[in-house]
């Protein structure tokens, strides 16, 4: 059973910053492509960021680039977001996502984490 489990998640003001993690588990994710999405009350679940299994492709939704950076450890199937300058606009609750596919995970991808709150105050 493939489980993916994020954490880091909490409330920061404005201008604060904060790391997610998402750690894998239940087998190897070898090759497998990582995300990060969000969806905010009232709103559509969005694409935030995306890295390939070596790390040399990636990409941002243009709301976050500059702000946020996504990494990974593939050794320990583990995925980062560091989010700095925080907004209120990005309250919503963040999601990972892997797939053996670049593209589909930043669509359609095959396995999800059960989502951490992050919650910015003005």
């Known amino acids: 059973q493939v489980q993916l489990v994020e954490s880091g998640g909490g409330s920061v003001q404005a201008g604060g910053s904060l790391r997610l993690s998402c750690a894998a588990s239940?087998?190897?994710?070898?090759?497998?492509?990582w995300g990060w999405f969000r969806q905010a009350p009232g709103k559509e679940r969005e694409f935030v960021a995306g890295i390939s299994w070596r790390g040399g492709r990636s990409d941002y939704t243009d709301s976050v680039k500059g702000r946020f950076i996504i990494s990974r450890d593939s050794a320990k199937n583990t995925v980062y977001l560091h989010m700095s300058n925080l907004k209120p606009e990005d309250t919503a609750v963040y999601y990972c996502?892997?797939?053996?596919?670049?593209?589909?995970?930043?669509?359609?991808?095959?396995?999800w984490g059960q989502g951490t709150q992050v919650t910015v105050s003005s």
């Open positions: 239940g087998r190897a994710f070898s090759g497998y492509d």
């Open positions: 996502a892997a797939d053996p596919s670049y593209t589909n995970v930043k669509i359609r991808p095959t396995y």
